[in-house]
Each structure stands twice: as C-alpha cells, then as structure tokens.
C-alpha cells in the first residue's frame, strides 16, 4: 500500500478500508479528503463516530486550518447528536506545537513564553545596578527591551559580532 493511500480513508464506498471491530476503537489518526462544505462536515461527524465506538465520551481531537473553522465546526457539530462533548478543535499551529515541543526542548528545560521573558526582564530591571534609572520601572522599557532581545535572535553571528565590536551603547 502507497503512503498516500495508507494516509487517504475514504468515507464510505466499496473501496472503504475495513473498519476496526465494534466496540474497539483505532487510534491511529487519519486523514479523509472531502469537498468543502456539507459533504466536509458529513465525513468527519462519521470519523468521530467511528473513532469512539460506542462510548460517547472517548476524546477526540480535529485539526482545524484556523480557529475560526473549529469554532464553525464545533457550532455545527454541536447541533447534531450526540454533540462536541470531548471533541478538540485544534488549529494546525497548535498542532505542530503539541508534536513538536518533546522534540524541541531538551530534558529539565521549558520554551521561554512571553511571561517567563517578561518576569526575566523584570528582574533584571529590579537590580539597580542596570544603568536605566527611574526608566527601569516603566512598562515601555520592558516592551523595549524584550522587543531588543527577540530582533537579536534572529541576528546573524556575523551581526552579532559587528554589534559586538560597535563603540559605546552598541557594544555594552
């Protein structure tokens, strides 16, 4: 079997792949392509379905393109019986971060969020011995400095280095 039929499930149709037995459930993902529209939102209602077998409460969790078609998605789905009770309506960013974050972060380390970058500028900001002042304390020099710092990221070493070699407040 080709990968991109081992990835396409139809709906329904005689050249449907075999469904696991009632009353198990197949927790391999897949994907079902569909035309845009009722015919979309038919095949996946029949996908939760059949992924829960008969308990209503197994999670599910749907990719969505955006939040504003889960959103969509969940509304519909949530007038059909039995509903969107245990369903996740994931946009695809999400997605990539659930599966990619084991593999980007190293054991004992966390990805710095916006809050543990602004609670690290803080603190910095709270010594006095930083060389801002009473400009320390104010909101627009966090926003500055966190603004400064995400720019330098993405600098290159060659950048870096020429920022580095720089006279007076370029090289501090």
Same mark, same amino acid.
């Given at each position: 079997?080709?990968?991109?039929?081992?990835?396409?499930?139809?709906?329904?149709?005689?050249?449907?792949?075999?469904?696991?037995?009632?009353?198990?459930?197949?927790?391999?993902?897949?994907?079902?392509?569909?035309?845009?529209?009722?015919?979309?939102?038919?095949?996946?209602?029949?996908?939760?379905?059949?992924?829960?077998?008969?308990?209503?409460?197994?999670?599910?969790?749907?990719?969505?393109?955006?939040?504003?078609?889960? %959103?969509?998605?969940? $509304? +519909? !789905?949530?007038?059909? *019986?039995?509903?969107?009770?245990? =369903?996740?309506?994931?946009?695809? &960013? @999400?997605?990539?971060?659930?599966?990619?974050?084991?593999?980007?972060?190293?054991?004992?380390?966390?990805?710095?969020?916006?809050?543990?970058?602004?609670?690290?500028?803080?603190?910095?900001?709270?010594?006095?011995?930083?060389?801002?002042?009473?400009?320390?304390?104010?909101?627009?020099?966090?926003?500055?400095? %966190?603004?400064?710092? $995400? +720019? !330098?990221?993405?600098? *290159?070493?060659?950048?870096?280095? =020429?920022?580095?070699?720089?006279? &007076? @407040?370029?090289?501090?």
């Amino acid at each position: 079997m080709s990968a991109e039929r081992a990835l396409r499930r139809p709906a329904s149709g005689s050249d449907a792949e075999p469904r696991p037995p009632a009353g198990t459930r197949d927790p391999a993902p897949r994907l079902v392509v569909a035309a845009h529209g009722p015919d979309a939102r038919a095949a996946l209602v029949e996908q939760i379905a059949a992924h829960r077998g008969p308990d209503p409460l197994v999670p599910v969790s749907v990719a969505v393109p955006s939040t504003y078609a889960g %959103l969509s998605l969940r $509304r +519909d !789905l949530g007038r059909r *019986s039995p509903g969107t009770v245990n =369903v996740r309506f994931l946009s695809l &960013g @999400r997605v990539a971060e659930l599966l990619g974050a084991p593999f980007l972060a190293e054991p004992g380390r966390r990805p710095l969020t916006p809050a543990l970058a602004t609670g690290a500028v803080r603190a910095v900001l709270a010594d006095d011995d930083h060389g801002f002042g009473a400009l320390g304390d104010h909101p627009a020099t966090v926003r500055s400095l %966190l603004t400064t710092f $995400r +720019d !330098l990221r993405s600098a *290159s070493e060659s950048e870096l280095a =020429v920022l580095a070699a720089g006279r &007076g @407040r370029a090289a501090a």
